[in-house]
């Protein structure tokens, strides 16, 4: 009992360890080879400039969060019906499949400005990018759960008599649900890059906006404050979706 | 009604005041093979059930006994003959007919009422109802202390009795069973078997029961039918007159003996 509980802690400490070893190296490495901050700064000197930019760093990280999660938002609400009328529809699945494969393949870097030109400069276009950029991996997911209904329960279900309208709700949506949260984390991810390429192409606000600047006044401390806080964002709605799927889908083990 | 061991199809029976439950004649099936050929899976047989009456049909794996379910459920169409249901053409499924599968299929994502509820929710039975008559199911099969339970916690054998809550909730006129309790033990499959068979004995229903375990056919049916190896056709049609209700103490008898010899010789082609 004790050993298996103190190595169940040693397992634990180990990864925080090796974390806290590498910021140690580096916080060493930058101070011993005297490595100039707007080329490398020291975790220490990233922590400090954090600290007299808290409100700025709050304030983008705040609108990159909101452009992130409206995307996301409205790149599911767009995904399910689709997704439903591709699952059902073999005619809606030959028609609309290679042109969502199409917008798929168009590199989003590379319209962006395209989208910025027609939509101006709102919140807009960089909510349309992360739509862009998140819908895919969310509707191939879904259709492929929506798809995933076993032969057997099938025939359960048509051996009743249901209707299509009755084996969604009781049978292809239970089943789909994992698939759909597979595709909503693989998607968050993308959608703050998202964010960060709309704010990188034209915007007065966000974190990227604050990447942008801050790197050209080589004020590179901040722009590392601004990634770190990204890449938290990231991690954390990730976390936010996994924790929203273990509530959901609490029937697998 | 006792037919003749060795090959011919028992005939149908005079004309009933009752109609039959089941009444195929000449169906058979293939099913698309690989690379175009196709697999001659089932008949051309005829198979009769009797209203209230329990049949059972014996077979070695892969005769085709799923697929006469399959076809007998409505879930498939055969190639050529003719299926009726009660006097009607059978040519999809019906509500009046209830299944356990050879798999359970049980939903994880439902708790066990939940899932012997489905086909109130599917038929829009009333509520109230249903959940009584589902709570009565589940306290008959043992199981009402695991109602509010994922059948992912059940054992295999509570799996199966799930199922069959499931298919009797609706009060089927015919229950078709497919090998329900093929992947339980030797012990667990005898108790299921004859608490089945006091189920069955109660209600009063028409039953149709696939399983290759000759003890289980034999203790459950009013006749037993024996299947040939794929294509599967009916071999023999065996009338088990041992006396109701059975019970643990039914497969000692001598007659049941005689019947499982007589079985067994057809299955592996002695002469009796
Ligand atoms: N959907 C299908 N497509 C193609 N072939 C099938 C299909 N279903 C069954 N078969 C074939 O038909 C034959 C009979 O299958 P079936 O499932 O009816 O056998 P069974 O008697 O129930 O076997 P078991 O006792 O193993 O369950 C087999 O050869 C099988 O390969
Ligand atoms: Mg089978």
Same mark, same amino acid.
């Given at each position: 009992?004790?050993? @298996?509980s103190?190595? %169940?802690f040693?397992?634990?400490?180990?990864i925080?360890?090796?974390y806290l070893?590498?910021?140690?190296?580096?916080?060493?490495?930058? %101070?011993?080879?005297?490595?100039?901050a707007?080329?490398l700064?020291?975790?220490?000197?990233?922590?400090?400039?954090?600290?007299?930019?808290?409100?700025?760093? /709050?304030f983008n990280s705040?609108?990159?969060? #909101?452009?992130?999660?409206?995307?996301?938002?409205l790149?599911i609400?767009?995904s399910?019906?689709?997704?439903?009328?591709?699952?059902l529809?073999?005619?809606?699945?030959?028609l609309?499949?290679?042109?969502l494969? /199409?917008?798929? @393949?168009?590199?989003?870097?590379?319209?962006a400005?395209?989208?910025?030109?027609?939509?101006g400069?709102s919140?807009w276009?960089?909510?349309?990018?992360?739509?862009?950029?998140c819908?895919?991996?969310?509707?191939?997911?879904l259709i492929?759960?929506l798809?995933a209904?076993p032969?057997?329960?099938?025939?359960?279900m048509r051996?009743? /008599?249901?209707s299509?309208h009755?084996?969604?709700?009781r049978?292809?949506?239970?089943?789909a649900?994992?698939?759909?949260?597979?595709?909503?984390?693989?998607?968050?991810?993308f959608?703050v890059i998202?964010?960060?390429?709309?704010?990188?192409?034209a915007?007065?606000e /966000?974190l990227?906006?604050?990447i942008?600047?801050?790197?050209?006044?080589?004020q590179?401390?901040l722009?590392?404050?601004?990634?770190?806080?990204?890449?938290?964002?990231s991690i954390a709605l990730f976390h936010?979706?996994?924790?929203?799927?273990r #509530?959901?889908?609490?029937?697998?083990? | 009604?006792?037919a003749?061991?060795?090959?011919?199809?028992?005939?149908?029976p &005079?004309?009933?005041?009752?109609?039959?439950?089941i009444?195929?004649?000449g169906?058979s099936k293939?099913y698309p093979?690989a690379?175009? =050929?196709?697999?001659?899976?089932?008949?051309? *047989?005829?198979?009769h *059930?009797p209203?209230?009456s329990?049949v059972?049909?014996v077979g070695?794996?892969?005769?085709?006994?799923?697929?006469?379910?399959?076809?007998?459920?409505?879930?498939?169409?055969?190639?050529?003959?003719t299926?009726?249901?009660?006097?009607?053409?059978?040519?999809?499924?019906?509500?009046?007919v209830?299944?356990?599968?050879?798999?359970?299929?049980?939903f994880?994502?439902n708790?066990?009422l939940?899932?012997?509820?489905l086909p109130?929710d599917?038929?829009a039975? &009333?509520?109230?109802?249903?959940r009584?008559?589902?709570l +009565?199911?589940?306290?008959?099969?043992?199981?009402i202390?695991f109602a509010?339970? +994922?059948p992912?916690?059940l054992?295999g054998?509570? +799996?199966?009795r799930?199922?069959?809550?499931r298919a009797?909730?609706a009060d089927?006129?015919?229950?078709?069973?497919?090998? &329900?309790?093929?992947?339980?033990?030797?012990l667990?499959?005898?108790?299921?078997s004859?608490?089945l068979?006091?189920?069955?004995?109660?209600?009063?229903?028409t039953?149709?029961?696939? =399983?290759h375990? !000759?003890?289980?056919?034999?203790l459950?049916?009013?006749?037993?039918?024996?299947?040939?190896?794929r294509p599967?056709?009916i +071999?023999?049609d065996?009338?088990?007159d041992?006396?109701r209700?059975?019970n643990?103490?039914?497969?000692?008898?001598?007659?049941?003996?005689?019947l499982?010899k007589? !079985?067994?010789?057809?299955?592996?082609?002695?002469?009796a």
């Amino acid at each position: 009992m004790k050993s @298996s509980s103190s190595s %169940r802690f040693a397992d634990r400490a180990t990864i925080p360890a090796v974390y806290l070893a590498l910021l140690v190296a580096w916080e060493v490495s930058v %101070r011993v080879f005297a490595i100039p901050a707007w080329i490398l700064p020291a975790p220490t000197e990233i922590g400090r400039t954090a600290l007299k930019w808290a409100p700025e760093l /709050g304030f983008n990280s705040l609108v990159t969060l #909101r452009e992130t999660l409206v995307g996301f938002g409205l790149a599911i609400a767009l995904s399910l019906p689709l997704a439903v009328l591709i699952a059902l529809n073999a005619t809606a699945r030959r028609l609309l499949y290679p042109i969502l494969l /199409g917008l798929q @393949s168009v590199p989003k870097v590379a319209v962006a400005p395209l989208i910025i030109l027609w939509l101006g400069l709102s919140e807009w276009p960089k909510i349309v990018i992360v739509i862009l950029v998140c819908f895919f991996p969310i509707l191939v997911n879904l259709i492929a759960g929506l798809e995933a209904a076993p032969r057997t329960m099938l025939d359960l279900m048509r051996s009743l /008599g249901a209707s299509q309208h009755m084996i969604f709700r009781r049978l292809r949506i239970p089943v789909a649900l994992p698939h759909f949260f597979t595709g909503c984390k693989v998607a968050v991810t993308f959608a703050v890059i998202g964010s960060v390429i709309g704010e990188f192409v034209a915007a007065q606000e /966000g974190l990227g906006y604050l990447i942008l600047i801050s790197t050209s006044q080589s004020q590179t401390p901040l722009a590392f404050a601004a990634i770190a806080l990204l890449t938290l964002l990231s991690i954390a709605l990730f976390h936010g979706i996994e924790w929203i799927e273990r #509530r959901v889908v609490d029937w697998t083990p | 009604m006792i037919a003749a061991a060795g090959g011919l199809v028992a005939a149908p029976p &005079p004309a009933a005041a009752e109609v039959a439950a089941i009444d195929l004649r000449g169906v058979s099936k293939h099913y698309p093979g690989a690379a175009g =050929t196709s697999v001659h899976a089932l008949g051309p *047989i005829d198979l009769h *059930i009797p209203t209230g009456s329990f049949v059972a049909v014996v077979g070695p794996s892969g005769c085709g006994k799923s697929t006469l379910l399959r076809l007998v459920a409505g879930l498939e169409m055969p190639d050529g003959g003719t299926m009726m249901r009660y006097g009607t053409p059978l040519d999809a499924p019906s509500h009046e007919v209830g299944i356990v599968f050879q798999e359970h299929v049980l939903f994880p994502w439902n708790t066990v009422l939940e899932n012997v509820l489905l086909p109130a929710d599917v038929l829009a039975l &009333p509520k109230a109802a249903a959940r009584e008559r589902a709570l +009565r199911l589940l306290e008959m099969t043992g199981l009402i202390a695991f109602a509010n339970h +994922r059948p992912q916690m059940l054992s295999g054998g509570m +799996r199966q009795r799930a199922a069959l809550c499931r298919a009797l909730l609706a009060d089927p006129r015919l229950l078709l069973l497919d090998e &329900p309790f093929g992947a339980l033990d030797a012990l667990t499959r005898e108790e299921l078997s004859l608490e089945l068979s006091g189920l069955w004995q109660d209600l009063g229903r028409t039953a149709f029961l696939i =399983t290759h375990d !000759i003890e289980e056919a034999i203790l459950l049916s009013d006749r037993v039918l024996v299947m040939s190896p794929r294509p599967g056709r009916i +071999r023999a049609d065996i009338a088990i007159d041992l006396p109701r209700p059975r019970n643990a103490d039914t497969p000692a008898l001598p007659r049941f003996q005689e019947l499982k010899k007589q !079985i067994r010789d057809i299955i592996f082609d002695r002469r009796a």
